[in-house]
């Protein structure tokens, strides 16, 4: 299954990140880094957008 993970970088989202990928899922995280840190999450599978950038979302969307 693919995943995409809004905030991902954060505390909660950084966990659901690990469990979705040793689960088997391809996941993405979209996260404005204003909260998050880009270290919680696998530099392959980040993507630094803000949900308000809707055709930034939906070009990751299509992808």
């Given amino acids: 299954m693919r995943v ?3 905030g991902g970088a954060g505390y909660i ?6 469990s979705f990928q ?8 979209y ?4 909260e998050g840190h880009a270290a919680a ?4 599978v980040l ?4 949900l308000a950038d809707g055709q930034a979302l939906e ?5």
Avoid: C, Y
């Fill in 4 to 6: 995409l993970i809004t």
């Fill in 13 to 18: 989202g950084s966990h659901a990140v690990r």
């Fill in 22 to 29: 040793s689960a088997g899922h391809q996941v993405w995280v």
């Fill in 31 to 34: 996260d404005n880094l204003s």
């Fill in 41 to 44: 999450v696998p530099a392959d």
């Fill in 47 to 50: 993507v630094k957008g803000d």
């Fill in 59 to 63: 070009a990751l969307l299509r992808s």
